[in-house]
Structures are given as C-alpha cells and as structure tokens.
C-alpha cells in the first residue's frame, strides 16, 4: 500500500510540481488549497505525510499543524513544513508546534523526495 501524502499550498506553480514528483514515486496525493480545506482533508484522507505551506489564506499553515498535533489521533502524521518563511524566529515557531521538517522555498526536488523518504522510514 502506498503512503497518502496532503499537498497544502494555494500556488499553482508548487502544487503542479510537487503533486507531479511525489505522484511518480508511487504515493498517493491530494491537495488542499486552504487551511480550510487542508483540516477538511486531514480528517477524510488520514494522510500519512503533509507538505505544508505557511502562508495560506485563511487558517494558515502554523494553525493546521497545531491542530493536527492536538489531536491525539491524529499524531502519527508527519508534517513537512514547505515555506517561503526562512527567519530563524519561523523555523522555531514550526518546529515548536510539532511539525518534523522545515524546508525553505526555492527547494530541489531532491531535498523534498529525501526528506519524505526519511520520514516514511523508507528505503530502511
């Protein structure tokens, strides 16, 4: 069974891509374009793995992530923060509220494969 991975970004540009590269290593993906929707989707799609933006509209990227590790059934999720947001103040913040990655946009493709490969326990 392949691992479920959320997609939560409102740019076209990133969602394409990156729906594109996790596609083609076998996972299955959905997007979310909001906050809203990125919560919507935690509870029906139970992802295993989220590559979440920051900056949406709405509830914003912090928010959906201290609201998935409020829930305790819901803490096997790995969250993978994907943001333009690089201060240092950012990164603590994300990683304060329980998300296990934090990569910075621009990224390469294969920061972002080997950084779910790992938190997948993949290829072990």
């Not at 992802?47 to 201290?66: H, S």
């Not at 059934?73 to 943001?83: A, C, E, M, R, S």
Request: charged share 25%.
């Amino acid at each position: 069974m392949s691992h479920r991975i959320l997609i939560v970004d409102d740019e076209p540009n990133i969602v394409v891509p990156l729906q594109f590269l996790m596609e083609q290593k076998g996972y299955h993906v959905r997007i979310a374009e909001n906050g809203e929707e990125a919560i919507e989707a935690i509870f029906r799609f139970q992802p295993d793995l989220i590559l979440l933006d920051i900056m949406l509209p709405g509830i914003n990227g912090f928010e959906v992530c201290q609201t998935v590790r409020e829930h305790r059934n819901l803490g096997d999720i790995k969250i993978v923060l994907v943001t333009a947001l690089g201060r240092e103040v950012d990164m603590a913040k994300g990683m304060a509220l329980g998300a296990d990655a934090y990569i910075t946009k621009p990224f390469s493709n294969s920061e972002i494969v080997e950084r779910v490969r790992e938190l997948l326990k993949e290829g072990e």
